[in-house]
Every structure is written in structure tokens, then in C-alpha cells.
């Protein structure tokens, strides 16, 4: 009996041993891009400092990144009553790496919706998963899908972000 409670013993620590193994071996989770982010953008190349809100300049907002691929925003870029928060979607690309898509309304004096906003551009997420930065494209569209092309209707942004912080 002494041989066989040796026996089961042995296969006992070697079955912990190939599990601690196992688990020393499994890459950790790669960081997520889920979550709330608090979010600084410059526009059009315009040199904003921390914490600058200048009107269609430098912004301040919130992004929401759902498990589901959806995405919410809202920032100062303009008065709320001339825009809404905009929605959209994202997927991951790489590692690190995801592509973001989202539309807001903009209205008009009377409270009428004018036209909207197409915001892309690829979010590139730091390797901690607290910070990303990202740079794109927005362009405003009527009603009817024609390109707006007044200026201030589309040109680039960059974004730099912190993940907000359970307080």
C-alpha cells in the first residue's frame, strides 16, 4: 500500500506541477480598449495645451468603448444645443490597434438638424491599456449624402486619452 499512496502522490504533484506550468505559461489578457476615456483633441493642427477648450480648436469629452463594438462620445467641440453626442462603432485591428467610426448630429439656430458628422480614425492603445492616442478624419454631410465643403466642414484631428478612474 505505501508504493501505491507514493505512486498517487506523485501523479497528484505532477498534475500541480503541469497546472502552474500551464498558467505560467498563458500570455496575460491583452489591455482593453473597453471602458470610459476622458479625452483631449486639437483640430485641424491647432496647438492646444492640457486642458485648452477653445470653440473649434481644442475639445474636451468622454468616449465609451462597449464590449459589443459600439462606441458613445460628447465633447465641446460646440454648444450642445448645436450638436448631439455621437455613436458609432469600432472593431480591434492588431494587438494594440482598433478602428473607431462614429456620427453626431449638428443643428441649426432654430434646433433643426442641419446635417452630420462622420468622425474615423485608428486608435493606437498603450501598452499598460491606461492611455491611447488616435488621429483622423471628420467630414459633414447634408441630409441627401453630398460632401459639405465649405471650410471648417472636414479636415483631421488628434486625440490623446487617459482612462477615467473608478474614484
Same mark, same amino acid.
Given at each position: 500500500?505505501?508504493?501505491?499512496?507514493?505512486?498517487? +502522490?506523485?501523479?497528484?504533484?505532477? @498534475?500541480? +506541477?503541469?497546472?502552474?506550468?500551464?498558467?505560467?505559461?498563458?500570455?496575460?489578457?491583452?489591455?482593453?480598449?473597453?471602458?470610459?476615456?476622458?479625452?483631449?483633441?486639437? %483640430?485641424?493642427?491647432?496647438?492646444?495645451?492640457?486642458?485648452?477648450?477653445?470653440?473649434?480648436?481644442?475639445?474636451? @469629452?468622454?468616449?465609451?468603448?462597449?464590449?459589443?463594438?459600439?462606441?458613445?462620445?460628447?465633447?465641446?467641440?460646440?454648444?450642445?444645443? =448645436? !450638436?448631439?453626442?455621437?455613436?458609432?462603432?469600432?472593431?480591434?485591428?492588431?494587438?494594440?490597434?482598433?478602428?473607431?467610426?462614429?456620427?453626431?448630429? !449638428? %443643428? @441649426?439656430?432654430?434646433?433643426?438638424?442641419?446635417?452630420?458628422?462622420?468622425?474615423?480614425?485608428?486608435?493606437?492603445?498603450? =501598452?499598460?491599456?491606461?492611455? %491611447?492616442?488616435?488621429?483622423?478624419?471628420?467630414?459633414?454631410?447634408?441630409?441627401?449624402?453630398? +460632401?459639405?465643403?465649405?471650410?471648417?466642414?472636414? @479636415?483631421?484631428? =488628434?486625440?490623446?486619452? =487617459?482612462?477615467?478612474?473608478?474614484?
Amino acid at each position: 500500500t505505501r508504493p501505491l499512496r507514493l505512486l498517487g +502522490l506523485s501523479a497528484v504533484l505532477l @498534475g500541480l +506541477l503541469c497546472s502552474a506550468m500551464a498558467l505560467h505559461a498563458a500570455p496575460p489578457p491583452s489591455p482593453s480598449l473597453v471602458g470610459t476615456w476622458i479625452i483631449e483633441v486639437s %483640430f485641424g493642427g491647432a496647438d492646444c495645451s492640457p486642458g485648452d477648450i477653445v470653440l473649434y480648436s481644442c475639445s474636451y @469629452g468622454l468616449l465609451t468603448f462597449h464590449s459589443d463594438g459600439t462606441m458613445a462620445e460628447v465633447d465641446t467641440f460646440a454648444s450642445p444645443a =448645436k !450638436q448631439s453626442w455621437g455613436t458609432g462603432v469600432w472593431q480591434q485591428t492588431g494587438s494594440n490597434t482598433f478602428a473607431t467610426t462614429f456620427e453626431q448630429l !449638428q %443643428f @441649426g439656430p432654430n434646433g433643426t438638424a442641419n446635417n452630420y458628422d462622420i468622425v474615423w480614425g485608428p486608435v493606437t492603445l498603450s =501598452k499598460d491599456g491606461q492611455s %491611447f492616442i488616435s488621429s483622423g478624419w471628420f467630414a459633414s454631410y447634408n441630409f441627401d449624402g453630398s +460632401l459639405i465643403t465649405t471650410p471648417g466642414y472636414s @479636415g483631421t484631428f =488628434k486625440t490623446t486619452a =487617459k482612462r477615467m478612474p473608478l474614484l
